[in-house]
C-alpha cells in the first residue's frame, strides 16, 4: 500500500517531485517573530472583479489585511500584476501604510513566486510563515499559495481578503488550495493567532481599538461593554438574567 493512501494529493507533483500531502500537514500556530504579510494584486483595477463580496465589505476587509503589518509589526511584501494597465495601482490607503516595504511590480509572471525579485524580497526576510490575500482568489492568490507550499513555505490565505468572480470559484480555488495544506483562515483568526494572548503586547490595549476601526463586529462588542459600565443601569427584569 502507498504510503500515502487516504490522503488527499495534488495532481501536479511539484518541483520535488513528490506529491503535496494535506494530512501529513501539523497544526501550526501562527507566529508575529515568524510571519510575513504579503498584499499581492489588491488593485484598483481588479478590485471589480471580486463579486463573491459586498463591494463595501470586500474594499474595508482589502485594508484590514493589509494593516495587519502595522499591527504587529511584521514583513510585509507588496506586488502588483502589470499596474500600469487597466490592473491599476494599489490603493493609496494601502500604499501610504508602507512607503519603504518592498513593492514588486511584476509586467508579465502571473504567478508571483515566478518572479526573481518577489522571490528575493520574501527569502530576505528570513521568515517561513506567509499570510497572503489577493485578487483573483483562484489565480493571484492561489498560484502563490501553491507555489510556496512547494517551496517548503507554510501558507495562511485570508478567505476575506481574496476576491473573485463566482462564488464556485472561490470555492473550487480554496478546495485546491487546502488540499496542498494551505490554511483557510478569517482575518480574526489571523490576528487572534497572531496575538495568542489579550495580555499580550500587542494584546486589548492596542487590538480592541484596531478592531473597532477594521472589525466592527467585534468593536461593537467592546463598546457595548463600555458603554454598560459607563452608563448602564439595571432594569426590572434584568436582575436574574446574570
Same mark, same amino acid.
Given at each position: ?26 497544526? @501550526? ?10 498584499? =499581492? ?6 478590485? !471589480? =472583479?471580486?463579486?463573491?463580496?459586498? /463591494? ?16 504587529? !509589526? ?7 500584476? $502589470? ?6 495601482? =494599489? ?6 501604510? &508602507?512607503?519603504? /516595504?518592498?513593492?514588486?511590480?511584476? !509586467?508579465? @509572471? ?12 520574501? @527569502? ?8 497572503? $490575500? ?14 510556496? +507550499?512547494?517551496?517548503? &513555505? ?6 476575506? $481578503? ?7 470559484? +472561490? ?12 490554511? =483557510? ?13 489579550? +495580555?499580550?503586547?500587542?494584546?486589548? @490595549? ?10 466592527? /463586529?467585534?468593536? &461593537?462588542? $467592546? +463598546? ?19
Amino acid at each position: 500500500m502507498s504510503p500515502t493512501a487516504g490522503f488527499l494529493e495534488v495532481n501536479s507533483p511539484g518541483l520535488t517531485g513528490a506529491p503535496m500531502v494535506s494530512n501529513s500537514v501539523p497544526f @501550526e500556530r501562527l507566529d508575529k517573530d515568524k510571519a510575513v504579510l504579503v498584499i =499581492l494584486d489588491l488593485q484598483v483595477g481588479l478590485y !471589480n =472583479l471580486a463579486r463573491d463580496w459586498d /463591494a463595501t465589505l470586500y474594499r474595508d476587509n482589502m485594508i484590514a489585511h493589509s494593516a495587519l503589518g502595522k499591527l504587529f !509589526n511584521i514583513p510585509v511584501v507588496m506586488s502588483t500584476s $502589470a499596474q500600469t494597465g487597466p490592473n491599476g495601482p =494599489l490603493p493609496k490607503e494601502i500604499l501610504d501604510m &508602507y512607503p519603504n /516595504a518592498p513593492l514588486v511590480k511584476r !509586467n508579465g @509572471e502571473v504567478d508571483a513566486w515566478d518572479n526573481a525579485e518577489f522571490r528575493a524580497a520574501i @527569502e530576505a526576510t528570513g521568515r517561513k510563515q506567509i499570510i497572503v $490575500a489577493g485578487i483573483v482568489t483562484d489565480v493571484c492568490t492561489a498560484f502563490l499559495a501553491l507555489s510556496l +507550499r512547494d517551496a517548503g &513555505y507554510s501558507v495562511w490565505a485570508n478567505i476575506e $481578503a481574496s476576491g473573485t468572480t463566482t462564488a464556485l470559484i +472561490r470555492d473550487t480555488a480554496n478546495a485546491r488550495m487546502q488540499s496542498a495544506g494551505v490554511h =483557510l483562515v478569517s482575518l480574526f483568526a489571523i490576528v487572534c493567532d497572531l496575538m495568542r494572548d489579550w +495580555r499580550n503586547k500587542p494584546g486589548a @490595549e492596542e487590538i480592541l481599538p484596531w478592531l473597532d476601526q477594521y472589525m466592527p /463586529a467585534y468593536g &461593537y462588542v $467592546a +463598546r457595548g461593554h463600555l458603554a454598560a459600565i459607563k452608563n448602564g443601569t439595571v432594569i426590572p427584569g434584568q436582575a436574574g438574567l446574570a
